[in-house]
């Protein structure tokens, strides 16, 4: 299998910089160093950190200086921010780029034109998925709704009513409904072990988004579909939708269906539901291997992490040449 460059610390310990190269100390439960293990600075790109593990910020500057980016996740799972370098090295941001970005935005028109063609192909993908299940799921009706919406709001009510149904949908496509049957859509925190999953996965995803972005000139703070005032980063949210259908809810079947992942692999800490460490090795062996399957587009052969950051440069191609954007749509 591929190396997707990306590192997971799911143990306590230290991280820190030694001889040109990071290094990570793993801790017993008594904060005494049990093992130690070399991450080559040339063979990684992220760093996900899902310990308590100790960081200076001589290691940080380093990790910049390497354009490697950090993901933070609290001691319950939950995602808690990004480390994204700023250094020379670091991807050149066209003020030409960043000004059409924001032109695209405050181009009503412009922006609504893109919101809908990235929620239809989320809608698309995410029907595609039920057609290879063999499940029966009427998309039109909504794919209708949003040819006529004229408005941000507009869009995302039905984005909205469509995955409420899809979401129901996911009952017929998964086995075990003892256990991960779908009641309702619920986050931060999930309140069972199906919401737990999706939003392990959709944040993994989010993730790999933003990494893709920041390997272009666009400005991650600046999205389309998503309102970015809200928060401080967005435009990964946009191009999530597009590939949550693709690669998170198909790891999910896939994964649930053939029991790889069991109820035995979640734990409850402090009311909230979060898998062992165990389970995310197994999830992220999985996530990798999609990651970086390969599918062939017409003379390329890329992988998804390829085709994620060229959706971005299609998004770029389209606010800076006015050439017309259409979302990506995997095949059935």
């Known amino acids: 299998m591929k190396n997707d460059r ?4 799911l143990n306590n310990g230290k991280l820190y910089r030694k001889d040109n190269n990071i290094y990570f100390d793993k801790f017993d439960e008594q904060n005494l160093v049990v093992g130690t293990k070399i991450l080559p600075i040339n063979g990684i790109d992220e760093v996900y950190i899902l310990g308590k593990v100790e960081l200076d910020t001589y290691t940080m500057s380093f990790l910049s ?4 980016l950090l993901h933070i996740f609290s001691a319950h799972g939950s995602f808690r921010g990004n480390f994204y370098p700023n250094s020379p ?3 050149n ?3 030409f780029v960043f000004l059409n970005q924001l032109r695209s935005f405050d181009d009503e028109i412009k922006r609504v034109a893109i919101a809908k063609e990235i929620t239809r192909a989320r809608m698309k993908n995410a029907a595609n998925n039920c057609i290879k299940k063999a499940v029966k799921f009427e998309t039109q009706k909504y794919l209708n709704a949003l040819d006529k919406a004229s408005s941000i709001a507009e869009i995302m ?3 909205g009513a469509f995955a409420k149904e899809y979401y129901q ?3 017929e496509i998964i086995k075990d409904q003892k256990s991960f049957k779908f009641i309702t859509r619920s986050k931060r925190p999930p309140t069972d072990k199906i919401n737990a999953f999706i939003s392990y996965v959709n ?3 989010y993730n790999v988004c933003l990494s893709e972005i920041y390997k272009t000139e666009l400005d991650p703070r600046i999205s389309f579909l998503h309102e970015p005032n809200y928060r401080s980063l967005s435009l990964h949210l946009d191009l999530a939708e597009i590939f949550k259908p693709l690669i998170g ?3 999910i079947f896939n994964m649930l269906n053939k029991k790889e992942i069991t109820p035995k692999d979640f734990k409850t800490n402090a009311g909230r539901i979060r898998f062992s460490n165990d389970a995310v090795q197994k999830i992220e062996l999985n996530m990798i291997k999609s990651l970086t399957s390969v599918v062939s587009l017409g003379k390329q052969n890329l992988t998804y992490r390829q085709i994620i950051r060229r959706e971005a440069n299609r998004i770029k191609k389209c606010i800076c040449e006015n050439y017309p954007y259409e979302g990506f749509v995997g095949e059935i």
């Open 6 to 9: 990306t590192h997971f610390i």
């Open 65 to 68: 200086t390497n354009n490697i």
């Open 89 to 91: 090295n670091s991807v």
């Open 93 to 95: 941001k066209s003020g």
């Open 157 to 159: 009510a039905c984005e």
């Open 169 to 171: 949908k996911w009952n």
């Open 203 to 205: 944040t993994r995803i």
């Open 249 to 251: 809810d198909n790891l």
